[in-house]
C-alpha cells in the first residue's frame, strides 16, 4: 500500500518566494496534519484537518502560513512570502481517528525546504 | 503544561547494552504517550504506545515504563542493535488534543 506521499522532498528557495508544499494521504485515512521540524523546536503541530475540515491551526506560526484540505485526497501547505527562518523539514501525516490522539500517525517522508 | 520534556537529547550505547530514554510531563489529564523512531530521510513511525491504566508495556526489545505519580516514562531497548540507531520521540495526548511530541533523542549504537 502507498504510504502518505508528499512533494516535493527538496525546495530551495530564495527570501520572499512563495513555497507549495503538497501531500496525498493513505486513502481512507480521514484525518490530516502538518508538521514542522528543527532542530531547536523539534515537531511541531502546525495544522490538523477532520473530514477535510480544519480544525486546529492554532499551531501556525503567522498569517504567511496556509493550509488546505479541497478534497480527502490532497493537501496543501503554503508560505507567501518565505523567510529564512521557516527553514525546516515539513511533514504531513495521516490517521483514521476521529481525533487527534486516539490513532496512529502516519507520516509522509518530509518535505526539505531551504529559504536563502 | 503542555510540554513533554524529554532526554537525554543524544545517547551512545554499545552492541548489546541498554538504551534507555526518559520524558517527563505536567499535565495529569493526558492519557495517551506514544514512542515513535525516526531515521535519517524518512518520517517519523509509532514504535510502541502505552495508556496510564498499565506500568508497564513490552514489545520484543521495546518496553516502555510508565510512573503515573511521578509523571514520567521511559523507552528501554534491551540489546540494542545498530539497526537500532535513530531519533526517538516520546509524546503525550489527552482526549481529542493533538499529540504533544518531546524534542527527540538521537541514539547511536556502537557496532
Known amino acids: 500500500d502507498a504510504g502518505v506521499i508528499q512533494s516535493p522532498r527538496h525546495e530551495v528557495t530564495e527570501m520572499g518566494q512563495e513555497v507549495t508544499l503538497r501531500c496525498k494521504p493513505i486513502?481512507?485515512?480521514?484525518?490530516l496534519f502538518w508538521y514542522r521540524q528543527t532542530m531547536m523546536r523539534g515537531l511541531e503541530l502546525l495544522i490538523y484537518?477532520?473530514?477535510?475540515?480544519?480544525?486546529?491551526d492554532s499551531g501556525m506560526p503567522e498569517d504567511r502560513f496556509s493550509a488546505k484540505m479541497p478534497n480527502a485526497s490532497f493537501s496543501t501547505l503554503k508560505i507567501q512570502p518565505s523567510e529564512p527562518r521557516d527553514s525546516a523539514v515539513y511533514f504531513c501525516?495521516?490517521?483514521?481517528?476521529?481525533?487527534?490522539?486516539?490513532?496512529?500517525?502516519?507520516f509522509g517522508e518530509g518535505s526539505r525546504l531551504t529559504v536563502l | 503544561q503542555q510540554q513533554v520534556k524529554q532526554s537525554p537529547q543524544s545517547l551512545i550505547v554499545q552492541k548489546g547494552g541498554i538504551s534507555i530514554i526518559n520524558c517527563a510531563y505536567e499535565?495529569?489529564?493526558?492519557?495517551?504517550f506514544p514512542w515513535y523512531q525516526q531515521f535519517p530521510g524518512k518520517g517519523p513511525a509509532l514504535l510502541i504506545a502505552?495508556?496510564?491504566?498499565?506500568s508497564e508495556k513490552k514489545e520484543g526489545r521495546f518496553t516502555i515504563s510508565f510512573n503515573k505519580s511521578a509523571k514520567q516514562f521511559s523507552l528501554h531497548i534491551m540489546d540494542s542493535q545498530p539497526g537500532d540507531s535513530a531519533t526517538y520521540f516520546c509524546?503525550?495526548?489527552?482526549?481529542?488534543?493533538?499529540?504533544?511530541f518531546g524534542k527527540g533523542t538521537r541514539l547511536h549504537i556502537l557496532p
Open positions: 501525516a495521516s490517521s483514521l481517528a476521529q481525533t487527534a490522539n486516539t490513532g496512529e500517525l502516519f
Open positions: 486513502s481512507g485515512h480521514n484525518s
Open positions: 484537518f477532520n473530514n477535510n475540515v480544519p480544525i486546529d
Open positions: 499535565n495529569t489529564a493526558f492519557d495517551y
Open positions: 502505552i495508556r496510564p491504566d498499565v
Open positions: 509524546a503525550a495526548s489527552r482526549g481529542n488534543d493533538k499529540i504533544i
